[in-house]
């Protein structure tokens, strides 16, 4: 399997506070690999270091490679915009645009591109929100306002805005946590479906879901890298104990 | 504790009985502020009627303005009172908001709080200080400066034909323009700084440059907030009296261009008011007073309509 995303020795310091220590591993392409680990082990911090979310924190300092199909996105020629282009991130909570129409949430980051002509744009917003299954929920009000649609729904509508940039590699931090548990089911087979075209990396606190939804997962604790691997072999037969009693519910 | 002292304190307690006590006052506190407003309105339309009666709707058609022969024609006032403010606004908004843009998200941190404060400070200096400036500084710099530049470029247009006074309309609206910024730019930070990093993080995400960000994810969410700060920019431009007397040169005309004097409402009660012995004149400062007053009111209407309908559209069920 060919690798899309590789980091190095990837440290994040926090001012005084080391979040991410020396995190080596490999995200496979078109794959789904789930990052899972008790609160405050990192694994938020790792999947934003991915596209360079940090360099909004003034005090936040990375450190490492990350390599993009082989070219490291913290590079000093490398440009963070281009590179969130090419990584997308879906939040935890769902955060479309309110003022804007459910049409113009899914195009906006679209646009970023350039001028889009109207039949442009009607062709991304339809296949957008056909992919992520919202085009029969929405397709009578598409003008409307992304704010009257439920949780789940604008959460998919979220990822619709995010695929509709074509990105490589989505980073989903959390995804369902917000969500009940039948439009978490339904991101759960949207993941499914998605990484026949892309690489995807989800942050979850809910191992049941990384079981479910994952090729690979990756445990950490503490800011270290415990053990990564296949989805089955990790929550089968782990390497190190700690994984063990992570996911046989003995701590975290 | 003695039998007799806890006695007491039960009957104090029940004989008074704080809470219908506290209940009265705050009644009477929040009443007291409308009967003082209703008094207001009721008196200013008491004192309106003679002139209501003397002049008809002339009082807001006719330009004439003669307190001697009793001919008592507002339309200039009312005219110099919104052509000031609202070209004030004009200018003011951009800069307002521009510079809420940048001490929010652009400025280092501590830069931005020292602007801030610094903007703060500005809105506090009292508004006879700027009229003074004003006429003192900048009507001098307008008159030999600006505004022979503005009639020997632009003179084709009627705004800026005649001769080059220094006192002038276009004096107030800079005055104007100067009080007003501090009040839009501080809201607006404030209205900005509200904006969820969430907001921020999804344009960011979907790999948009810091202006995209703004553009997308702030300006829209802070909307009907930046509105309102136009909204109060505008109350305080309409209802200023001080700093605009000084510079606005008091002449009662309508006059296309902005480089002539002109006169507002406020001003002339200012001015007038000690002089007005006969009973008709006061009258007729009073109907000002009470068409300043609705002119406000109107704004203000159509203000609320307009965040109303902003809201309404962005945040359907409401927010």
Redesign the interface.
Known sequence: MQNKVKLEQLNVHFGATHAVKDVSMDFFENSVTAIIGPSGCGKSTVLRAINRMHDLVPSARVTGRILLDDKDIYDKVADPVSIRRRVGMVFQKPNPFPAMSIYDNVIAGYKLNGRVNRSEADEVVESSLKRVALWDEVKDRLKGNSMELSGGQQQRLCIARTIAVKPEVILMDEPASALDPISTLKIEELIEELKEKYTIIIVTHNMQQAARVSDHTAFFYLGELVEAGETRKIFTTPDKKQTEDYITGRFG | MSQAAITSRWKIKTGLNGDFIFKGITVLFAFSILVILFLMIYEMVEQSLPSMAKSGWRFITDQNWDAVQEEFGALPYIYGSVVSSILALALATPLSVGSAIFITEIAP?RLGAVMASLVELLAAIPSVIYGLWGVLVMAPWLQSTVQPFLIDHFGFLPFFQGAPYGVSMLAAIFILMIMVVPIITSISREVLLAV?R????????????RW?MIR??VL??G?SGILGAVILGMGRAIGETMAVTMVIGNTPQISLSLLSPAYTMPSVIANEFAEATSKIHSSALMEIGLILLVVTLIINAMARLLIWSVTR?????G?
């Open positions: 941190k969820p969430s907001q921020k993080e999804a344009a960011i995400a979907l790999g948009a440059t995209e997308m994810a829209p969410y909307r559209r962005q945040s359907g069920g927010r």
